[in-house]
């Protein structure tokens, strides 16, 4: 819920982007969150590029963005959280600089 207002100045943009707030899904699933994640991807990014950056990302997560074009996965780690090098990748991922 944050992420746009504690991001936005160290990726160079605004803070108006979507994030997507999570109900607790399946915990039997690799990534509980995919479900919801995939869904509100079919509903509002359709043919956009879409960043998914959590530290909770299983093959499942990896095999569907494998088969959605302009789809970027970003693993952190919860004790390091974002590092400098995700950091800097995202801008010129997306093709904002």
Do not use: Y
Not at 69 to 89: D, M, N, P, S
Request: hydrophobic share 45%.
């Amino acid at each position: 819920m944050d992420a746009p207002r504690l991001l936005a100045r160290h990726l160079g943009f605004g803070s108006e982007w979507p994030v997507i707030h999570f109900t607790m899904g399946n915990a039997l699933e690799p990534t509980w969150k995919l479900r919801q994640v995939r869904a509100w991807c079919e509903e509002h990014a359709a043919g956009r590029r879409v960043a998914w950056l959590d530290d909770d990302l299983g093959e499942d997560a990896e095999e569907w963005a494998a088969g959605r074009l302009g789809t970027l996965l970003v693993r952190t780690e919860e004790a390091e959280g974002l590092t400098e090098e995700q950091t800097a990748l995202l801008p010129s991922w997306a093709e904002w600089t």
